[in-house]
């Protein structure tokens, strides 16, 4: 079985130009993956496809992240407390002197995984105009 009963499978492929697939942990259950190793993970997954999909390939590589166990953000995510507002969060992502970029899912307006990886292409765009040489004013 799976590791988790809290997860899916996002495709990367169109952005990526290979097979790729993405597999997102949530919820308490996170604690308990990140327990197990690399290979128990991905054996675990892979066993998931194959009971879903004839054809299942074994992954070339993968990379197995623990959010949880991050010293910087120990598997957090930005929320609204409950009462108040949403920050306009297109103000959070805006760039300070073409100089500093802010990229995460603070910064989009989806707020997941998926605002997050959106996040980090609209830095590299915003990041790469910033490296164009701009007319200087009389």
Same mark, same amino acid.
């Given at each position: 079985?799976?590791? /988790?009963?809290?997860?899916?499978?996002?495709?990367?492929?169109?952005?990526?130009?290979?097979?790729?697939?993405?597999?997102?942990?949530?919820? !308490?259950?996170?604690?308990?993956? #990140?327990?197990?190793?690399?290979?128990?993970?991905?054996?675990?997954?892979?066993?998931?496809?194959?009971?879903?999909?004839?054809?299942? %390939?074994?992954?070339?590589?993968?990379?197995?992240?623990?959010?949880?166990?991050? %010293?910087?953000?120990?598997? &957090? !995510?930005?929320?609204?407390?409950?009462?108040?507002?949403?920050?306009?969060?297109?103000?959070?992502?805006?760039?300070?002197?073409? &100089?500093?970029?802010?990229?995460? #899912?603070? &910064?989009?307006?989806? /707020? /997941?995984?998926?605002?997050?990886? %959106?996040?980090? !292409?609209?830095?590299?765009?915003?990041?790469?105009?910033?490296?164009?040489?701009?007319?200087?004013?009389?």
């Amino acid at each position: 079985g799976c590791p /988790s009963k809290n997860f899916y499978f996002l495709n990367l492929y169109n952005i990526t130009q290979q097979p790729t697939l993405l597999a997102v942990f949530s919820g !308490h259950s996170t604690q308990d993956v #990140e327990k197990e190793t690399d290979v128990e993970i991905v054996d675990k997954l892979m066993a998931y496809l194959n009971d879903q999909y004839e054809h299942a %390939s074994v992954p070339k590589y993968s990379v197995v992240t623990r959010w949880g166990q991050d %010293s910087f953000s120990r598997g &957090t !995510h930005s929320f609204v407390k409950p009462g108040k507002r949403m920050v306009n969060r297109s103000s959070i992502a805006k760039p300070i002197q073409d &100089t500093i970029f802010f990229a995460g #899912e603070a &910064t989009s307006q989806h /707020s /997941s995984l998926s605002g997050a990886f %959106s996040s980090a !292409h609209r830095v590299a765009r915003e990041v790469t105009e910033s490296f164009k040489v701009k007319p200087q004013s009389s």
